[in-house]
């Protein structure tokens, strides 16, 4: 059964690809998005920046108010990742008998 399925698909496997990496290319982009260490990077740029009189400050603040937000997210799918990772969802039993017996 699973051949013929593969067969009547055969003709999306381009459509299917480029989905894959429009997949792969957003995954990526958010992760550097949301990199913690790239947001901090960020900020001490901006610091230097407006330092340095590239930056006003008003832009600085705005930027910064993002910078922060982003860092916030980070942070909070950082919290997300571990408790998934402590307490990973269990699965229902697809023949609904449970271990115990």
């Known amino acids: 059964m699973g051949l ?17 990496v429009a997949e792969q290319l957003r995954d990526e982009a958010d992760r550097r998005l949301y990199d913690e260490e790239s947001i901090k990077r960020e ?17 600085r603040e705005r930027l910064e108010r993002d910078l922060f937000e982003r860092l916030a997210v980070a942070r909070a799918r950082a919290v997300e990742e571990a408790e998934l990772a402590a307490y990973p969802p269990v699965e229902p039993d697809p023949e609904g008998v449970s271990e115990r017996g």
Do not use: I
């Not at 013929?4 to 894959?20: D, M, N």
């Not at 407006?50 to 008003?58: C, I, N, R, Y």
């Open 4 to 20: 013929f399925k593969e067969l009547a698909l055969l003709p999306l496997a381009p459509l299917r690809g480029t989905v894959w």
């Open 43 to 59: 900020l001490l740029q901006l610091e230097l920046d407006h330092e340095a009189g590239l930056v006003g400050d008003a832009e």
